[in-house]
């Protein structure tokens, strides 16, 4: 179970099944084969590799406009742009292979988060 406030990795059982609870999303994959996460305001019971093809790194630039975004949309061509904020769904590719290309663009980049959007 994926808890975001969880301080360390709990132990728990249930209905005489062991169950994982962690902040850690890559702690409890590298363990688990499905993980239990809140979508659309219901639990859901996700096997590990659908929920790492949510994976979606938000960028928030430095720039007020995005120039020459260009190479980043042929690498990434689901690339979503809102205002000063980049997200670039990576599936189970790299965040630092996206943070490279920003930076071979010579796009400023203020902030990075990994996000989940199923």
């Known amino acids: 179970m994926w808890l ?12 005489r099944r062991a169950l994982l ?11 688990c084969g499905r993980v239990a996460v809140r979508e659309s305001g219901r639990i859901a019971v996700l ?3 659908r929920l790492i093809g949510w994976r979606t790194l938000q960028i928030v630039t430095g720039a007020p406009f995005l120039p020459r975004l260009e190479q980043l949309r ?19 590719g790299s965040s630092e292979e996206a943070l490279a290309l920003c930076a071979l663009e010579r796009l400023s980049v203020l902030a990075t988060w990994i996000d989940y959007r199923g």
């Open 47 to 49: 096997d590990g590799e």
């Open 74 to 92: 042929l690498l990434f061509p689901d690339l979503r742009v809102s205002g000063r904020r980049i997200a670039v769904p990576l599936g189970s």
């Open 21 to 31: 609870a962690s902040a850690d999303l890559g702690w409890l994959l590298r363990r």
């Open 4 to 15: 975001r406030s969880c301080t360390r990795p709990l132990r728990l059982r249930a209905a």
